[in-house]
T-cell receptor, first 113, second 121 residues
Framework: QQQVKQSPQSLIVQKGGISIINCAYE??????FPWYQQFPGKGPALLIAIRPDVSEKKEGRFTISFNKSAKQFSLHIMDSQPGDSATYFC????????????FGEGTQLTVNP | GAVVSQHPSWVICKSGTSVKIECRSLDFQATTMFWYRQFPKQSLMLMAT?????????EQGVEKDKFLINHASLTLSTLTVTSAHPEDSSFYICSTRSGTSGRLSSTDTQYFGPGTRLTVL
């Protein structure tokens, strides 16, 4: 299976709150899991990425939690700000497939002031 | 991260014409580039993998004769939509793999261009 399932489809959070987006995958050969942020009319921008040899990675307000046994990973945005309002995509790839990315369906995040 | 540009940023054309979209890697030599298509409020769908100096590899269901890809140099890949139709209207985005050699690495990542909005009338 090459699919990556992402939830929720949309998320509304108050300023200062925590935004949590979840992804699940089937193919255990995936070895790279990036998160991308996309604003309307723009290309996706790499936010943070993790490899399966670690369970958590934090960069500023953004944290990825990775559960290899459950084949799940999630993005946590701490102290969410209105400027974080965007569409977030999780993705997965494997070295043996030329690092081609398989994207989740996307989550539209709205952070209310 | 790598800097990727696309040109044009938007284009409107008549049905039946061909449109060329350029993707440039501005700050490193990219042996591999990827082309994606994104419909409104949908995810990115990989169309093809572009390799410098060789034929592109197309994903299942993508017509290679309709979407012509040329990767003639380490900094430029082009996507030509031939005989465009209204259903080809979409947001086309390219990306480059950060690896500078032909050998894949577990540290490779993809950096995306700003996208090209194609509208076919």
């Amino acid at each position: 299976q090459q699919q990556v399932k992402q939830s929720p489809q949309s998320l509304i959070v108050q300023k200062g709150g925590i935004s949590i987006i979840n992804c699940a995958y089937e193919n255990t050969a995936f070895d790279y899991f990036p998160w991308y942020q996309q604003f309307p009319g723009k290309g996706p921008a790499l936010l943070i990425a993790i490899r399966p040899d670690v369970s958590e990675k934090k960069e500023g307000r953004f944290t990825i939690s990775f559960n290899k046994s459950a084949k799940q990973f999630s993005l946590h945005i701490m102290d969410s700000q209105p400027g974080d309002s965007a569409t977030y995509f999780c993705a997965a790839s494997m070295l043996t497939s030329g690092s081609r990315l398989t994207f989740g369906e996307g989550t539209q995040l709205t952070v209310n002031p | 991260g790598a800097v990727v540009s696309q040109h044009p940023s938007w284009v409107i054309c008549k049905s039946g014409t061909s449109v060329k979209i350029e993707c440039r890697s501005l700050d490193f030599q990219a042996t591999t580039m990827f082309w994606y298509r994104q419909f409104p409020k949908q995810s990115l769908m990989l169309m093809a993998t572009s390799n410098e100096g060789s034929k592109a590899t197309y994903e299942q269901g993508v017509e290679k004769d309709k979407f012509l890809i040329n990767h003639a140099s380490l900094t430029l890949s082009t996507l030509t939509v031939t005989s465009a139709h209204p259903e080809d209207s979409s947001f086309y985005i390219c990306s480059t793999r950060s690896g500078t050699s032909g050998r894949l690495s577990s540290t490779d990542t993809q950096y995306f261009g700003p996208g090209t909005r194609l509208t076919v009338l």
